[in-house]
């Protein structure tokens, strides 16, 4: 069983910057797959950031590519996402998600939520113009 809780959403303007946290407690061995997704009004579950713990390979969607990066606190048990030169369209409600999968299954995640089995509660992410 994993826990996750996601942190660090907000207000921002066109361009501002914000940083997420998603910190994982109870089966936090490597070997798991991290994921972001964000969802808005509306719209599908999008996979935007995927990344194998333990490894230096982060996916990113050409959505966020550029904008926005995954690191890792090992220690803490924490997965960051900078966000940056965030866009209205960047709005959403944001979740980090886990689970225990072959690193080429992982990578394919970001299509299937599905795959994951761990998420947390989201954290919501305004962004006005």
């Known amino acids: 069983q994993v826990h996750l809780v996601e942190s660090g959403g907000g207000s921002v303007q066109t361009g501002g910057s914000l940083r997420l946290s998603c910190t994982a407690s109870g089966d936090t061995y490597l070997g798991y797959c991290m994921g972001w997704f964000r969802q808005a009004p509306g719209k599908e579950r999008e996979g935007f950031a995927i990344?194998?713990?333990?490894?230096?390979?982060?996916y990113y969607a050409d959505s966020v590519k550029g904008r926005f990066t995954v690191s890792q606190d090992s220690a803490r048990n924490t997965l960051y996402l900078q966000m940056n030169s965030l866009k209205p369209e960047d709005a959403a409600m944001y979740f980090c998600a886990a689970a225990r999968l072959p690193p080429d299954q992982c990578y394919s995640g970001s299509q299937h939520p599905e795959f994951f089995t761990y998420w947390g509660q989201g954290t919501q992410v305004t962004v006005s113009s």
């Open positions: 990344k194998y713990r333990g490894s230096g390979i982060t």
